[in-house]
Nanobody
Framework: QVQLVESGGGLVQAGGSLRLSCAAS????????KGWFRQAPGKEREFVAA????????NYADSVKGRFTISGDNAKNTVYLQMNSRSTEDTAVYYC?????????????????????WGQGTQVTVSS
């Protein structure tokens, strides 16, 4: 089993920055990628960003390109999501997820079914 714990959420003003962290524990040796998803009130969960461990390939949703940056620390089994230039539309519960699919040199996936383990989520609220 793998446990994922998100942290760093909270209340931030529009235009500000916030960094989320996701620490993994358990049987992480066969993990190939980590991703972030989010779910806003009344909406379905959507993909935000992902990164592969082996080649550092990234994948971003169009809505966050140029504003969010995903990165990982393999030694700590931790992935980060740096969120800049936040807007109220970024208000959501943010979930970390781990994928055990080997993407090789390709970009990590953006579909929920590609991810095998999920964290409990952390609330991010952006005020205007």
């Amino acid at each position: 089993q793998v446990q994922l714990v998100e942290s760093g959420g909270g209340l931030v003003q529009a235009g500000g920055s916030l960094r989320l962290s996701c620490a993994a524990s358990g049987r992480t040796s066969r993990e190939y990628a980590k991703g972030w998803f989010r779910q806003a009130p009344g909406k379905e969960r959507e993909f935000v960003a992902a990164v592969t461990w082996s080649y550092g390939r990234t994948n971003y949703a169009d809505s966050v390109k140029g504003r969010f940056t995903i990165s990982g620390d393999n030694a700590k089994n931790t992935v980060y999501l740096q969120m800049n230039s936040r807007s109220t539309e970024d208000t959501a519960v943010y979930y970390c997820a781990a994928a055990y699919t080997d993407y090789g040199r390709g970009r990590p996936g953006s579909e929920e079914y590609e991810y095998d383990y999920w964290g409990q989520g952390t609330q991010v609220t952006v005020s205007s």
